[in-house]
């Protein structure tokens, strides 16, 4: 299959204690449709910020520009927003999630142990989710973990032989990455929230302090998490030419590959 990638950022984030964030989002032109993985916040958020929690605005302190909502940013390239057929989300913290009610037709593809943490919330876990952002009712299409192996890691075929759900547990109960195989036979995994900063990938793993403690903070099982993080970087860096391995919230890993 022939796909074609956008990055964008679906939600720039400047918290005062870190460095600025962004909510990094692919669009997939594919020929039967188009793909978004994570929708960044959307125009329910825009409309009604008071959903987010004064908590979560005051400690990230979004932006909710209208004009960088997915829904805008697909219009903008001149493609028709109706033509989102899928999204696959990495998971459904509310910076994630906040677009899916912008196109209420597309089938959302999820782990089922994300859904099921979403609808279902544990105490600590309330925070994170904003049930108003799927309150639409969305075509929900779930999936076990299991299925063929990629790299390594145990994963599910989500959508086509060239779109793969791989489990990523830690951050969230069913987190994961989306892989997406690009037109030129090179894979890109959207790892979401496993990792936050691209030094983590590095031979000599680096991270600032403060997104260190958010990581660890925000895990409901950081022993999983920090588990991931090292599978993450040994393939980042033992198929380079294979696969890019990317976050969803470091902003300069987002412009070096909007640049390419």
């Known amino acids: 299959m022939n796909l074609r990638v956008h990055h964008l950022d679906c939600g720039t984030m400047r918290p005062a204690v870190a460095p600025r964030m962004v909510a ?12 978004l993985v994570d929708t960044g916040f959307g125009t329910g958020d825009i409309a009604d910020p008071g959903r987010l929690g004064a908590a979560f605005r005051l400690a990230v302190r979004p932006d909710l520009d209208p004009g960088r909502t997915a829904l805008a940013q697909v219009r903008a390239r001149g493609l028709d927003p109706a033509d989102v057929t899928d999204i696959a ?54 999936y076990p973990e299991a299925g063929e192996e990629w790299f390594g890691f145990a994963a599910v075929t ?19 990455g989306l892989a997406v195989r ?12 496993a990792f936050f900063h691209r030094g983590q990938l590095a031979a000599a793993p680096t991270c600032p302090a403060t997104l260190t403690a958010f990581q660890g903070l925000m895990a409901v099982d950081n022993t999983a998490r920090r588990a991931n993080v090292e599978r993450l970087r040994e393939l980042a860096l033992r ?21 390419d």
Do not use: I, M
């Open 24 to 35: 990094h989002v692919l669009l997939v032109e594919r020929p039967d449709g188009l793909l």
């Open 89 to 142: 989300v990495t998971h459904l913290d509310l910076d994630h999630a906040g677009g899916l009610a912008d196109f209420p037709e597309a089938r959302v593809h999820v782990h089922a142990a994300e859904l099921e943490a979403a609808l279902r919330p544990r105490p600590r876990e309330r925070a994170r989710y904003v049930a108003d952002q799927w309150a639409h009712g969305p075509r929900w299409a779930t």
């Open 158 to 176: 989500a959508l086509a032989d060239d779109v793969v759900l791989v489990p990523l547990p830690g951050h969230t109960r069913g987190h994961s």
């Open 182 to 193: 690009r037109a030129d036979g090179h894979w890109l995994l959207h790892a979401g929230d």
């Open 239 to 259: 198929h380079h030419d294979e696969v890019t391995v990317v976050c969803a919230h470091d902003a300069e890993q987002l412009r070096a590959l909007q640049r």
